[in-house]
């Protein structure tokens, strides 16, 4: 018998996560009420709108790195993908000064480098590619979020059609303005489909005061494709 145990404290409970039906469910406790934290996959038919719940709450998106499945097969696409998601949600352009010899000073707008040869490198052979997908897939729910959000007065299902709609449509346009959430992924040519919907579903009068609950979470994730 344990320490804790004899003192009378019960072992922490682990929590786990399991994937049914395209959806990664899990019970948290808020205010003695359980709530489920559903994360809906595209892997099988997008958008899927009817999978999302019918009610207010707050959401976020993630990479769905089991969407690189599609590409174990073709090594050329397998690193485009990444590209597109390394490069597309990584630093963006910024104004950088430079000191050289003698004092001398440089300016200008500075990018990230890419570099393509590297990663054809490292998933050169099929087993690395498989390998890293089951690896990474597993842990797509535990990245930090792409974007976070809130509904208090419309459903989380219109939100998340919503966003689909905005990036169809900056797509159709060419408008990459990034004002919403859908031109920020066009911008970047990254698909919803690639991407993880979660949301915790919430009662209407919980979901009054869930302001709080996304201020915090923005400050503390500072999502990449997060309001501008």
């Known amino acids: 018998m344990s320490a804790e145990t004899e003192m009378g404290v019960k072992p922490e409970k682990k929590q786990t996560f399991k994937f049914r039906s395209n959806k990664v469910t899990s019970n948290r406790l808020r205010m ?3 709530l489920q934290i559903e994360m809906i996959r595209h892997d099988k038919k997008y958008p899927r709108s009817e999978a999302v719940p019918i009610k207010p709450g707050i959401y976020a998106w993630f990479v769905d790195f089991a969407s690189l499945e599609d590409y174990i097969e073709q090594p050329e696409d397998f690193v485009n993908y990444l590209q597109t998601l390394i490069y597309g949600l990584g630093y963006p352009p910024m104004d950088a000064i430079l000191t050289g010899e003698w004092h001398v000073e440089f300016k200008g707008l500075v990018e990230q480098v890419q570099n393509p040869e590297a990663l054809s ?5 099929k087993e690395a590619r498989r390998r890293f997908v089951s690896i990474a897939k597993a842990f797509s729910p535990l990245a930090s979020p792409l974007y ?7 459903t989380l299902q219109e939100r998340y059609q919503e966003h689909i709609d905005a990036y169809d449509q900056a797509r159709a346009q060419g408008q990459y303005d990034e004002a919403t959430l859908g031109a920020r992924l066009a911008k970047r040519n990254i698909p919803p489909r690639f991407l993880l919907f ?6 209407p009068d919980v979901a009054r005061d869930v302001k709080t609950t996304e ?3 923005n400050n503390l994730f500072k999502p990449v494709l997060g309001r501008k």
């Open 32 to 34: 003695g009420q359980p």
């Open 121 to 125: 490198k490292l998933f050169c052979k």
């Open 148 to 154: 976070i959000g809130i509904t208090e007065k419309r």
């Open 198 to 203: 979660g949301c915790v579903p919430l009662e």
């Open 215 to 217: 201020t915090v979470l």
